[in-house]
């Protein structure tokens, strides 16, 4: 059970933002251009669809999903739950209120949204179930762990909430897998036709340099998250971003008061140097330091060189493109 949490948590990597582009006013005696308004026009509505998930699932997936790392870890068996004979436990994150309402709203809009996908609305719809039935027994074990109240009782709630409790994360998890892949599939197609579009209408300009960079950020991610990857292919992708970067960096010129710009490529060069040494160290087969495999889990203190401290600099370059 350890393994499948730890695994669910990497699927936050996927939210990247789309926004429309081109101009929405051709003359309307031309056929062709009327054509390519109403392709704009879709492209524009299937944004406002993803990014209502998006928004849903970047305000609470990972933080969730930390949650239950904290609530695991400390039990020996998960599956038997608390002996009684622990010192200390924690309970996993409570489900905000306020996010959940916005999570209500924003999937109510997607759902009703065109275009239909059946998939993805599935995968959101029973993901938003299973955030709502979690939220409940969340809260009590949360209360009842930061309460310490084990310490009244020696762990006999504990225990008795253990087993529910886990059907509920774990139900959670599933869904969230679930919702994750098919939102990354529906994004990644939206983001490439986008991209392409951008181009052929505007030229390379910061927005289409921004979705490259993003692409390939995320190839490289995926290339690399595993130990196992191909050395030769994660080199080719930390190429790849090298590239884009280099040439965005060249080119664009945003305005003398704009921080958001320079605030992305600082992430981005953080993202291009530990990309470099999570190559480094697969490459070289570099082991982790005992200290360092105490930690390869850990939210903020993952090793630099490890899948996970790579996906926290992927996320942070996420968010930091999001407000561009």
């Known amino acids: ?33 009327e054509a390519a308004t109403e392709q704009l026009d879709a492209q524009q509505s ?15 997936d990972a933080n969730l999903h930390r949650g239950i790392g904290l ?12 002996t009684g004979r622990e010192s200390r436990g924690y309970g ?20 009703s949204a065109e275009p239909k996908l059946p998939a993805l609305d599935g995968a959101a719809k029973d993901y938003l179930a299973q955030l709502h039935a979690m939220a409940p027994l969340a809260k009590e074990a949360h209360d009842y762990y930061d309460r310490e109240d084990f310490q009244d009782d020696a762990f006999a709630k504990g225990k008795q909430i253990h087993a529910p409790l886990m059907a ?24 490439r036709e986008q991209l ?6 505007e030229g390379r300009t910061m927005e289409f340099y921004r979705l490259s960079m993003m692409l390939e950020a995320k190839t490289l ?7 196992g990857f191909d050395v030769a292919a994660g080199a080719e992708r930390v190429a790849a971003f090298n590239a884009i970067s280099d040439e965005a960096h060249a080119k664009v010129k945003p305005a003398q008061n704009d921080t958001k710009w320079s605030t992305f490529e600082m992430s981005a060069e953080q993202f291009r140097r530990e ?32 899948p996970l401290k790579l996906l926290n600099k992927y996320n942070d370059l996420v968010q930091r493109s999001n407000l561009l």
Request: net charge negative; glycine share 4%; proline share 5%.
């Open 1 to 33: 059970m350890k393994h499948v949490v730890s695994a669910a948590a990497l699927a936050v990597s996927i939210a990247l933002a789309l926004s429309a582009c081109g101009d929405k006013s051709p003359a309307k005696a031309d056929p062709a251009a």
């Open 46 to 60: 299937l944004t406002v669809k993803l990014n209502d998930y998006i928004d849903c699932y970047n305000s609470m």
């Open 71 to 82: 609530y695991t870890d400390w039990i020996k068996d998960v599956k038997a739950g608390p």
């Open 92 to 111: 996993p994150t409570v489900v905000d209120d306020f996010r959940l309402k916005k999570c209500d709203e924003s999937i109510a809009r997607a759902l």
């Open 168 to 191: 509920a994360l774990t139900a959670f998890i599933t869904a969230s897998e679930t919702f994750s892949g098919e939102l990354e599939k529906q994004n990644d197609q939206a983001q």
């Open 196 to 201: 392409a579009a951008l181009e052929k209408a």
């Open 221 to 227: 991610v995926e290339v690399m998250g595993e130990d």
């Open 275 to 306: 990309s470099k040494e999570r190559l480094a160290r697969v490459r070289d087969k570099t082991p982790y330091s005992k200290l360092e495999t105490q930690w390869m889990e850990h939210p903020t203190l993952a090793p630099s060189g490890s």
